[in-house]
C-alpha cells in the first residue's frame, strides 16, 4: 500500500529554518513525481514545490524561490523541503504528494495541479511565530 508520512514541522521564529521529511513506504519514490503543497489557516491548499520523476527537475512557487529546496534521498526513500528564511505568512500545514511517473507527470509537477496528484500524506503543521 503506498503511504506518504511527513515529519519535521513545528514552531520556530521568523528568519529560522526547518526541514520537512517526506518518508515512502510501499512503492520507490524515484518512480514519482513529488510535491509539497501547504495549507494556511482560512486559505485554500497551494503548491510549493515539486521535484520531477524523470530527470528530477525542481519547481518552485515564486514566494519561496531562494528560500526553500526540495531534494530526494533515494537511498532513504525520502524526499526532503529545506526551507530557510522563513516567514509568519509561511504558517501552514504542510503535505507531500506523489503523481507516478507518466506522460502527464512532468506538466503536473511543473505547475503543481494538485487535483492530479494520486497519493497524499497527513500533512506536518509549520508555524512561524515570535
Known amino acids: 500500500q503506498l503511504q506518504l508520512v511527513e515529519s519535521g514541522g513545528g514552531l520556530v521564529q521568523p528568519g529560522g529554518s526547518l526541514r520537512l521529511s517526506c518518508a515512502a513506504s510501499?512503492?520507490?519514490?524515484?518512480?514519482?513525481?513529488i510535491g509539497w503543497f501547504r495549507q494556511a489557516p482560512g486559505k485554500g491548499r497551494e503548491g510549493v514545490s515539486c521535484?520531477?520523476?524523470?530527470?528530477?527537475?525542481?519547481y518552485y512557487a515564486d514566494s519561496v524561490k531562494g528560500r526553500f529546496t526540495i531534494s530526494r534521498d533515494n537511498t532513504k526513500n525520502t524526499v526532503y523541503l529545506q526551507m530557510n528564511s522563513l516567514k509568519p505568512e509561511d504558517t501552514a500545514v504542510y503535505y507531500c504528494a506523489a503523481r507516478s511517473a507518466d506522460y502527464y507527470s512532468d506538466y503536473v509537477c511543473a505547475e503543481m495541479v494538485q487535483d492530479l496528484m494520486e497519493s497524499w500524506g497527513q500533512g506536518t503543521r509549520v508555524t512561524v511565530s515570535s
Open positions: 510501499g512503492f520507490t519514490l524515484d518512480h514519482y513525481a
Open positions: 521535484i520531477s520523476s524523470s530527470d528530477g527537475s525542481t
